[in-house]
């Protein structure tokens, strides 16, 4: 089983004071054709000269009729799709609270302290998505899987190594340019949409029509009160 995979919010280890609060990884499974007929009916639909395509072009509100289309019961998406969502602020208070028992004072504090006194990457919201995407596709299925993710600094080669290490049935994991397959892309418009909707959710601003498409897809801990 192959999975195609992206992530929106990434900050690395800083999960508060950062430019997003929430981190969605998404993943799809699609044959290479069938993701590269999807990202040509949208470009065909939305007919956008950008040499490449992301979520934005989705949520601009003349092209809301592609984004329902998109997430849609019909659309390319149904079966084939799942996206976590992650609160940072919530991420990272459920740390503090593992590591000292309670929250007292700014997070960006803890942020700090946790960031210098773990080993790299452990606040990073990455890797723990990695592995429940692992788990989550292996037990729609039998066999391993492989994952075929966008590039990522973080994602070096001892980390994969460690990954595997962590979940056995990751048989590989490849970083590839998104720019080049088409299975990325549609990951990457998943997790982009995702992210900004429960970005403006948090922020009292929530789309019910667009959260009730969303809803079937999102795995693990929800984020929305629907």
């Not at 969605?24 to 054709?33: D, I, L, T, W």
């Not at 208070?93 to 210098?116: C, I, K, M, Q, T």
């Not at 990073?124 to 039998?142: K, N, T």
């Not at 397959?181 to 429960?198: H, N, T």
Request: hydrophobic content about 40%; some cysteine; overall charge neutral.
């Amino acid at each position: 089983m192959e999975i195609a995979c992206d992530e929106s919010g990434s900050e690395g280890e800083k999960l508060v004071g950062g430019v997003t609060a929430v981190f969605a990884h998404a993943g799809v499974r699609m044959s290479r054709e069938e993701a590269a007929d999807c990202v040509a009916s949208l470009r065909d639909m939305i007919k956008s000269p950008a040499l490449e395509y992301k979520a934005n072009h989705l949520l601009r509100q003349k092209n809301r009729w592609v984004l329902l289309w998109f997430l849609g019961p019909g659309g390319p998406l149904t079966g084939r799709a799942r996206v976590q969502l992650v609160d940072k602020r919530q991420f990272l208070a459920s740390r503090v609270r593992a590591e000292f028992g309670a929250v007292s004072g700014p997070l960006e504090h803890y942020n700090d302290l946790l960031r210098a006194r773990g080993p790299r990457g452990t606040l990073d919201p990455l890797f723990p998505a990695i592995l429940r995407a692992v788990a989550q596709w292996q037990s729609s299925g039998d066999g391993p899987v492989s994952i075929v993710h966008d590039q990522q600094l973080s994602l070096t080669d001892g980390r994969i190594r460690q990954l595997k290490k962590l979940a056995p049935r990751l048989e590989s994991l490849t970083l590839v340019d998104s720019q080049y397959d088409a299975r990325v892309q549609v990951a990457d418009f998943l997790a982009g949409i995702a992210r900004r909707v429960a970005e403006e959710e948090l922020n009292g601003r929530p789309d019910r029509e667009v959260i009730d498409l969303l809803m079937p897809f999102v795995v693990g801990p929800r984020m929305w009160n629907a």
